[in-house]
């Protein structure tokens, strides 16, 4: 599946962003999709995963703030991004991975183009 992340930009401390990843293929029909973030100096982190069933997981530094969610008219995967510290600073990315065991296995081939948000304090 190809995927491509949009919504990024800068904002304050305080405010909110919406990003949006666009599938090429019926995102109902993926069974797991996620957002990760990569900041500077930093390996990728997963911040925010969706499985068929409804079940959602967030990295606890989000929880409370973000949520993900789906458009199957859309086939798009969102993260409502609220209350954005300095520290959400990130290239953010979109993935497919593999849910196995409890742990989520990014899918090198369905990385899509990374969306940037910088938050100011």
């Known amino acids: 599946v190809q995927l491509q992340a949009s919504g990024g930009g800068l904002v304050q401390a305080g405010g909110s962003l919406r990003l949006s990843c666009v599938a090429s293929?019926?995102?109902?029909?993926?069974?797991?999709m996620a957002w990760y973030r990569q900041a500077p100096g930093n390996e990728r982190e997963l911040v925010a995963a969706?499985?068929?069933?409804?079940?959602?997981e967030y990295v606890d530094s989000v929880k409370g703030r973000f949520t993900i969610s789906r458009d199957g008219a859309k086939n798009t995967l969102f993260l409502q991004m609220n209350s954005l510290k300095p520290e959400d600073t990130a290239v953010y990315y979109c993935?497919?991975?593999?849910?196995?065991?409890?742990?989520?296995?990014?899918?090198?081939?369905?990385w899509g183009q990374g969306t940037l948000v910088t938050v100011s304090s």
């Open positions: 969706i499985r068929n069933g409804g079940i959602i």
């Open positions: 993935n497919a991975p593999v849910y196995y065991s409890g742990s989520y296995y990014p899918v090198s081939g369905s």
């Open positions: 293929m019926n995102i109902l029909s993926i069974s797991v």
